[in-house]
C-alpha cells in the first residue's frame, strides 16, 4: 500500500511523533565517495571515528539519533544547508571509515555509521551567512537559543564552531530553517510529523522582533505564502487602472493620480537597464510613440492587467505621457508647489534658547514669540527653523519646509485656508474654484510627508513663521482650524479631530510634523489681548531688548567701558555707545510710564547692522523716533518732558511737533544728556 509519503512499511519503520532534529556539518569537495554517485554520498549516512585523536568523545552526539530522526546536511565548503533525511536505522560502531586515507588503523573497525535515507534536497537551499548567522534581524533570535543551548553548530561570534560535526538543531532555531525555506514543512510531514505551531505571542518589544516572529509563523498558514504579495499586486495594479483612466498628454489630474503616475514611472526608470537589455535579447521592436524598452513596459504592464481580470487601458500614449511627465497636478485645487520651492534649505547656527523652544514646540505644536519691535522676534524664528529643519539625520531640508506670512487687519480666513476664485465660462456663467491658503497648502506637504514616512522615522518637520501674528483677527483667520491645533486632536492624535473646510467641505485634519511660530510686538497690542481660544493653543516666550548684545556686537566692553567711550570725543565709538545709552536710559523712563511699560521699550536690534555714523543718524531719524510718537500718540509735550526732560530740540520740531533732519554732532549732543543721567551703579546691580 502506497501513499504520496511512500509505503506504509516505511511509515511503521521511520514515523515519529516528536523526531529528533540534527545538524550533520560536512563537505564532500575530494571526496567522491560522499558525491552523488559515491557510496556514501550525502544524505545516505553520517559518519566519524569514535573519538579524536586525543582521545575525546567530541562524537558522542552521533550516539543519541533514533529511527525516524531528521537530519539537515550543512555544506561547511558551500555555506550552505543542501537537503534533509530521516535516520533510517540504528547507529552501527564498527565502521572501517571510509575508502580514503583520512582515517588511521587504529580508528578503523571502531567508528560510528549512522544509517540514513530519503534524502530530500531543497530547491532553494539555506545560506548560513546571508540567509541566516549574518542576517541582522536574526541575530537577537540566534543568540537567545545559543544561551539556552550546548553544542550548536554555531558560536557566539556567528561562525562555524570548530569541531562541530554533528548537533543537536533546536526547535527554535528550526522556525528560523522554515522561514527562509519552507519546503521544509513538506519534508517532515513525508516523514509523518507535524511540526508545531510557534507559541502564541502576547507582544513584541520591537518591531524587528515583530517581523521575526511573523515570518516563523507564515509557513504555518493555510494560505499560500504569496497571498499577500497576490492581494498587494491586485490592490496596486488595480489603483493603477483607475489612475490611468485620466491620463492622456498635457491633462490636469488629482495629486492621487500623479502618485500614482510618478511610482508608474519609476517602475521603469529604476530597471531601465534591465529592460533595455531585455528588449535586445527578445528581439522587441518599437511603436510610433515608444522605443523598444518603453514598448517592452507598457505591454507587460497590460499583461498583468489582463492576468488580473482588469481593463487594460495601459497604452503607449499614457506610458509616453507618464514616462515625460507630460501632466498637470492639481490637489482637490491644491496645484504642486513650484519646482523653486524644492530647493535645498539654507542651514543657520544654533540660536540662543533653541532647546527650549525645540522642547515645547514638540510638546505644543506652535508657539508665539512675543516682544518689542526691534528684539529679533522674527530673526530667531527664522534662525531657529533653518537650524531645526537640518537636526533630522535622514532627510535633506527644501526650501518648501519652511513657509513665512504676514498678518494685517485685511488678512482673512480666505487667504490663510481656503478662499474662492471667480472665472468666468465661455457660456459667460460664473464658476468658482476653490483656492488653498498658505497654511493649507504647508499643511498638505506636510501631511504627504507624514504619510510617506517609514514607522520607525520621524516625518519631515515642516515650520510656518507668522509674523504679526497680533494684527490679524485670529479668530477669524483661523476658523475652524483653532480647534484642530491641539496636540492630541491632530492626525494620528489620540484624539484626531477632523475639520470641514468652510467653502469646498472637505475634511482636513493638521498633521503632527507641522509647527507654527508666531511672532508678535506687544507695542501693538498687548499678550493679554490675544484671542484666549488661541491663546491656550499656544506657548509664549518673552524677547526684551537685550543691549548686552548690542555691547558684544560692537566690542565696547564693560558697561563702564561703554560710559567712557560715550564721553570721549576722541573713540571712534562715541555715538554708538551714546545710542546704547540712550536707549537704556529711554527704556527705563518707558517702563514707568503707567501706559507703556515693557511691552513699549525700544528694541536692539535697530542697531545692529549700523556701519558708521550717518547710519546710526538714520537708525534715530527714520525708526527710533517715529517709534516713540506712535507709542506716545503725538503727544511731542510728553515726549520732550517724560523721555527728554525738556531737552532734544536737535532733534524735534517743538513748535510744529515733527522730527528734524539732523547731524551726527546733533545726535551726539543730544544724546550726551542721555549719557550724564546714566548711572553706571544701577547696572551693576541688574547685571
Given at each position: 500500500?502506497?501513499?504520496?509519503?511512500?509505503?506504509?512499511?516505511?511509515?511503521?519503520?521511520?514515523?515519529?511523533?516528536?523526531?529528533?532534529?540534527?545538524?550533520?556539518?560536512?563537505?564532500?569537495?575530494?571526496?567522491?565517495?560522499?558525491?552523488?554517485?559515491?557510496e556514501?554520498?550525502?544524505?545516505?549516512?553520517?559518519?566519524?571515528?569514535?573519538?579524536?585523536?586525543?582521545?575525546?568523545?567530541?562524537?558522542?552526539t552521533?550516539r543519541?539519533?533514533?529511527?525516524?530522526?531528521?537530519?539537515?546536511?550543512?555544506?561547511?565548503?558551500?555555506?550552505?544547508?543542501?537537503g534533509?533525511?530521516?535516520?533510517?536505522s540504528?547507529?552501527q560502531?564498527?565502521?572501517?571509515?571510509?575508502?580514503?586515507?583520512?582515517?588511521?588503523?587504529?580508528?578503523?573497525?571502531?567508528?560510528?555509521?549512522?544509517?540514513?535515507?530519503?534524502?530530500?534536497?531543497?530547491?532553494?537551499?539555506?545560506?548560513?551567512?546571508?540567509?541566516?548567522?549574518?542576517?541582522?534581524?536574526?541575530?537577537?533570535?540566534?543568540?537567545?537559543?545559543?544561551?539556552?543551548?550546548?553544542?550548536?553548530?554555531?558560536?557566539?561570534?556567528?561562525?562555524?564552531?570548530q569541531?562541530?560535526?554533528?548537533?543537536?538543531?533546536?526547535?527554535?532555531?528550526?522556525?528560523?530553517?522554515?522561514?527562509?525555506?519552507?519546503?521544509?514543512?513538506?519534508?517532515?510531514?513525508?516523514?509523518?510529523?507535524?511540526?508545531?505551531?510557534?507559541?502564541?505571542?502576547?507582544?513584541?518589544?520591537s518591531?524587528?522582533?515583530?517581523?521575526?516572529?511573523v515570518?516563523?509563523?507564515?509557513?504555518?498558514?493555510?494560505?499560500?505564502?504569496?497571498?499577500?504579495?497576490?492581494?498587494?499586486?491586485?490592490?496596486?495594479?488595480?489603483?493603477?487602472?483607475?489612475?490611468?483612466?485620466?491620463?492622456?498628454?498635457?491633462?490636469?489630474?488629482?495629486?492621487?493620480?500623479?502618485?500614482?503616475?510618478?511610482?508608474?514611472?519609476?517602475?521603469?526608470?529604476?530597471?531601465?537597464?534591465?529592460?533595455?537589455?531585455?528588449?535586445?535579447?527578445?528581439?522587441?521592436?518599437?511603436?510610433?510613440?515608444?522605443?523598444?524598452?518603453?514598448?517592452?513596459?507598457?505591454?507587460?504592464?497590460?499583461?498583468?492587467?489582463?492576468?488580473?481580470?482588469?481593463?487594460?487601458?495601459?497604452?503607449?500614449?499614457?506610458?509616453?505621457?507618464?514616462?515625460?511627465?507630460?501632466?498637470?497636478?492639481?490637489?482637490?485645487?491644491?496645484?504642486?508647489?513650484?519646482?523653486?520651492g524644492?530647493?535645498?534649505?539654507?542651514?543657520?547656527?544654533?540660536?540662543?534658547?533653541?532647546?527650549?523652544?525645540?522642547?515645547?514646540?514638540?510638546?505644543?505644536?506652535?508657539?508665539?514669540?512675543?516682544?518689542?519691535?526691534?528684539?529679533?522676534?522674527?530673526?530667531?524664528?527664522?534662525?531657529?527653523?533653518?537650524?531645526?529643519?537640518?537636526?533630522?539625520?535622514?532627510?535633506?531640508?527644501?526650501?518648501?519646509?519652511?513657509?513665512?506670512v504676514?498678518?494685517?487687519?485685511?488678512?482673512?480666513?480666505?487667504?490663510?485656508?481656503?478662499?474662492?476664485?471667480?472665472?468666468?465660462?465661455?457660456?459667460?456663467?460664473?464658476?468658482?474654484?476653490?483656492?488653498?491658503?498658505?497654511?493649507?497648502?504647508?499643511?498638505?506637504?506636510?501631511?504627504?510627508?507624514?504619510?510617506?514616512?517609514?514607522?520607525?522615522?520621524?516625518?519631515?518637520?515642516?515650520?510656518?513663521?507668522?509674523?504679526?501674528?497680533?494684527?490679524?483677527?485670529?479668530?477669524?483667520?483661523?476658523?475652524?482650524?483653532?480647534?484642530?491645533?491641539?496636540?492630541?486632536?491632530?492626525?494620528?492624535?489620540?484624539?484626531?479631530?477632523?475639520?470641514?473646510?468652510?467653502?469646498?467641505?472637505?475634511?482636513?485634519?493638521?498633521?503632527?510634523?507641522?509647527?507654527?511660530?508666531?511672532?508678535?510686538?506687544?507695542?501693538?497690542?498687548?499678550?493679554?489681548?490675544?484671542?484666549?481660544?488661541?491663546?491656550?493653543?499656544?506657548?509664549?516666550?518673552?524677547?526684551?531688548?537685550?543691549?548686552?548684545?548690542?555691547?558684544?556686537?560692537?566690542?565696547?566692553?564693560?558697561?563702564?567701558?561703554?560710559?567712557?567711550?560715550?564721553?570721549?570725543?576722541?573713540?571712534?565709538?562715541?555715538?554708538?555707545?551714546?545710542?546704547v545709552?540712550?536707549?537704556?536710559?529711554?527704556?527705563?523712563?518707558?517702563?514707568?510710564?503707567?501706559?507703556?511699560?515693557?511691552?513699549?521699550?525700544?528694541?536692539?536690534?535697530?542697531?545692529?547692522?549700523?556701519?558708521?555714523?550717518?547710519?546710526?543718524?538714520?537708525?534715530?531719524?527714520?525708526?527710533?523716533?517715529p517709534?516713540?510718537?506712535e507709542?506716545?500718540?503725538?503727544?511731542?509735550?510728553?515726549?520732550r518732558e517724560?523721555?527728554?526732560?525738556?531737552?532734544?530740540?536737535?532733534?524735534?520740531?517743538?513748535?510744529?511737533?515733527?522730527?528734524?533732519?539732523?547731524?551726527?554732532?546733533?545726535?551726539?549732543?543730544?544724546?550726551?544728556?542721555?549719557?550724564?543721567?546714566?548711572?553706571?551703579?544701577?547696572?551693576?546691580?541688574?547685571?
Open positions: 500500500m502506497i501513499d504520496e509519503y511512500g509505503g506504509v512499511d516505511q511509515m511503521i519503520h521511520s514515523a515519529r511523533e516528536d523526531p529528533t532534529l540534527y545538524i550533520e556539518v560536512t563537505s564532500v569537495e575530494d571526496k567522491p565517495y560522499e558525491q552523488e554517485d559515491g556514501y554520498r550525502l544524505g545516505s549516512a553520517a559518519f566519524s571515528k569514535s573519538e579524536s585523536r586525543d582521545g575525546r568523545d567530541i562524537y558522542g552521533l543519541e539519533p533514533e529511527v525516524g530522526d531528521l537530519v539537515f546536511h550543512l555544506l561547511k565548503n558551500k555555506r550552505q544547508i543542501r534533509a533525511s530521516t535516520v533510517s540504528t547507529l560502531t564498527d565502521f572501517e571509515g571510509p575508502p580514503d586515507d583520512s582515517w588511521n588503523d587504529v580508528a578503523r573497525g571502531d567508528g560510528y555509521y549512522l544509517p540514513l535515507g530519503d534524502y530530500r534536497e531543497f530547491t532553494d537551499p539555506i545560506d548560513i551567512d546571508s540567509d541566516l548567522l549574518q542576517n541582522d534581524a536574526y541575530r537577537e533570535r540566534l543568540t537567545d537559543i545559543l544561551e539556552t543551548n550546548d553544542g550548536l553548530f554555531y558560536d557566539q561570534n556567528f561562525e562555524l564552531t569541531g562541530a560535526y554533528f548537533t543537536e538543531c533546536p526547535l527554535d532555531l528550526l522556525y528560523l530553517f522554515i522561514a527562509e525555506e519552507p519546503a521544509i514543512m513538506n519534508v517532515a510531514r513525508q516523514s509523518y510529523w507535524s511540526v508545531p505551531l510557534p507559541p502564541a505571542a502576547d507582544s513584541y518589544d518591531v524587528s522582533e515583530a517581523v521575526v516572529d515570518w516563523t509563523r507564515l509557513p504555518f498558514s493555510d494560505q499560500d505564502r504569496e497571498w499577500f504579495r497576490s492581494i498587494l499586486t491586485r490592490t496596486v495594479m488595480e489603483a493603477f487602472t483607475e489612475s490611468l483612466s485620466s491620463v492622456q498628454p498635457n491633462a490636469e489630474i488629482t495629486e492621487t493620480e500623479a502618485t500614482h503616475c510618478e511610482l508608474i514611472r519609476r517602475l521603469y526608470t529604476d530597471q531601465e537597464q534591465k529592460f533595455e537589455d531585455a528588449a535586445e535579447e527578445l528581439g522587441v521592436g518599437r511603436t510610433n510613440q515608444a522605443g523598444d524598452a518603453e514598448t517592452l513596459f507598457f505591454v507587460l504592464f497590460r499583461e498583468l492587467q489582463a492576468d488580473l481580470g482588469l481593463s487594460t487601458n495601459m497604452s503607449q500614449v499614457k506610458a509616453r505621457t507618464i514616462l515625460n511627465e507630460n501632466y498637470e497636478i492639481e490637489v482637490g485645487d491644491i496645484r504642486k508647489p513650484p519646482e523653486e524644492r530647493g535645498p534649505l539654507e542651514q543657520a547656527e544654533k540660536p540662543d534658547q533653541a532647546d527650549d523652544i525645540a522642547r515645547q514646540l514638540t510638546a505644543t505644536g506652535q508657539m508665539v514669540f512675543y516682544g518689542p519691535p526691534g528684539t529679533g522676534k522674527t530673526y530667531t524664528a527664522q534662525r531657529f527653523a533653518r537650524w531645526w529643519l537640518h537636526q533630522q539625520d535622514s532627510t535633506d531640508p527644501y526650501t518648501g519646509q519652511l513657509e513665512t504676514t498678518f494685517h487687519p485685511s488678512f482673512t480666513y480666505e487667504d490663510f485656508i481656503e478662499g474662492l476664485s471667480a472665472e468666468t465660462t465661455d457660456d459667460g456663467s460664473m464658476k468658482y474654484d476653490e483656492e488653498p491658503g498658505v497654511f493649507l497648502e504647508v499643511a498638505t506637504r506636510a501631511r504627504q510627508d507624514f504619510h510617506s514616512a517609514a514607522d520607525d522615522d520621524e516625518p519631515r518637520r515642516y515650520v510656518l513663521i507668522i509674523d504679526e501674528i497680533n494684527r490679524g483677527n485670529l479668530a477669524q483667520i483661523f476658523g475652524e482650524t483653532i480647534t484642530g491645533l491641539e496636540k492630541d486632536k491632530r492626525l494620528g492624535g489620540e484624539n484626531e479631530t477632523k475639520l470641514s473646510l468652510a467653502h469646498s467641505g472637505e475634511s482636513f485634519t493638521i498633521p503632527p510634523n507641522l509647527y507654527v511660530i508666531g511672532t508678535m510686538n506687544t507695542a501693538d497690542r498687548s499678550i493679554a489681548l490675544v484671542d484666549a481660544a488661541l491663546r491656550r493653543r499656544f506657548r509664549f516666550l518673552a524677547f526684551p531688548p537685550q543691549l548686552d548684545l548690542l555691547r558684544e556686537h560692537f566690542d565696547l566692553g564693560s558697561w563702564e567701558s561703554v560710559r567712557n567711550h560715550a564721553t570721549s570725543k576722541a573713540s571712534d565709538s562715541q555715538l554708538i555707545s551714546q545710542s545709552i540712550a536707549i537704556r536710559v529711554l527704556n527705563e523712563r518707558i517702563r514707568n510710564e503707567p501706559d507703556l511699560g515693557r511691552g513699549k521699550q525700544i528694541g536692539h536690534s535697530l542697531l545692529f547692522n549700523v556701519e558708521d555714523k550717518q547710519d546710526i543718524v538714520d537708525v534715530w531719524r527714520f525708526e527710533i523716533l517709534l516713540l510718537e507709542y506716545f500718540f503725538g503727544q511731542y509735550e510728553r515726549i517724560s523721555l527728554f526732560n525738556g531737552e532734544g530740540s536737535m532733534l524735534f520740531d517743538w513748535d510744529r511737533e515733527e522730527i528734524k533732519s539732523f547731524t551726527s554732532r546733533e545726535l551726539n549732543d543730544t544724546l550726551a544728556g542721555f549719557v550724564e543721567d546714566f548711572e553706571l551703579a544701577t547696572v551693576s546691580a541688574d547685571e
